[in-house]
């Protein structure tokens, strides 16, 4: 498993795509690699708010979801990007209640959503990474108003189907 950190998000208003980007933590280097993963623009929207720490005055549904777990005394260790099948990536939430280890398989969107809000480790597995992931492809001498800028060029440029595996 590679630990992961969100390198970016972008949430599109339909019918524009929403993606979130992932890549190993300081990794900037020419040999570095990144994962887009495509989501719903309502997944996005939510892990934008946990990335940028707003509450609401009511649980939203991922808020829930942690709010749920919590009450039943478990907590989420990690989520891990386990599989890709064709464009569509699938994800495992592993929760530790009272010693138990539980496993949920999940969407990744849900998945990164729960994680950010609980502050839990994101992982790829390497098989994933190594099929499915692009290299890094900005310069680091950049601004990152401009690696953004280009970073959005590149996505414009790519589909959901350039990710399928043959």
């Known amino acids: 498993m590679v630990p992961v950190i969100i390198e ?36 996005a929207a939510s892990i934008g708010i946990a990335l940028e720490g707003q509450l609401h005055m009511r649980p939203m549904t991922h808020d829930f979801l942690v709010n749920v777990i919590h009450v039943l005394s478990a907590e989420v260790e990690s989520v891990v990007i386990d599989r890709v099948e064709g464009s ?18 999940a969407r990744p969107s849900d998945s990164i959503a729960l994680a950010v809000r609980t502050q839990s480790p994101l992982y790829v597995d390497e098989d994933v990474l190594n099929s499915s992931s692009f290299p ?30 043959h």
Do not use: C, Q
Request: glycine share 4%; charged share 25%.
């Open 88 to 105: 569509t990536f699938y994800a495992t939430v592993n929760l530790s209640r009272g010693g138990e280890k539980i496993r949920v398989d």
């Open 136 to 165: 890094y492809l900005f310069a680091e001498n950049t601004s990152r108003e401009d690696s953004m800028e280009e970073f959005r060029t590149f996505l414009d440029s790519i589909s959901p189907e350039d990710f399928e595996v």
């Open 8 to 43: 970016t998000l972008v949430v599109g208003i339909p019918p524009s795509p929403s993606v979130v980007v992932l890549r190993p933590p300081n990794d900037h280097s020419t040999s570095s690699r990144v994962l887009p993963i495509w989501i719903g623009p309502t997944e």
